[in-house]
């Protein structure tokens, strides 16, 4: 698993999630980080490479594995509020930004 991508700030974000689900929310964190390393490379530095995030990739790092924490009840994407029914976005508008996917990716040549 990633150093720099704590399951503990993940935790934080949630407010509160079950202790139960610690494995669950490490399991999420550790996935997401090759993720994010991959879409954003040049924070790797060093001799050996060490990943060193800005904050804005970090929370936003912190928030994907917040989001596929919580899709883990709704996979179709719907999710279900009391009497409401509602969809959850596939993506979220900072999460590309900071990661510059999507809407946000750089034009590349060749």
Not at 43 to 65: I, S
Request: net charge negative; with cysteine; glycine share 8%.
């Amino acid at each position: 698993m990633a150093d720099w991508l704590d399951p503990a700030k993940v935790s934080g974000w949630l407010q509160q999630p079950p202790a139960e689900d610690a494995e669950l929310i490490a399991e999420c964190a550790g996935s997401v980080a090759p993720f994010v390393e991959g879409c954003r490379p040049e924070f790797w530095v060093g001799t050996p490479p060490v990943y060193t995030p800005d904050t804005e990739v970090h929370t936003a790092a912190v928030m994907m594995a917040a989001r596929l924490y919580r899709r883990r009840n709704s996979p179709g994407g719907l999710v279900q509020m009391g009497d409401i029914l509602s969809t959850v976005p596939r993506w979220d508008p900072e999460i590309e930004r900071a990661l510059r996917i999507g809407a946000w990716q750089r034009p590349q040549v060749g």
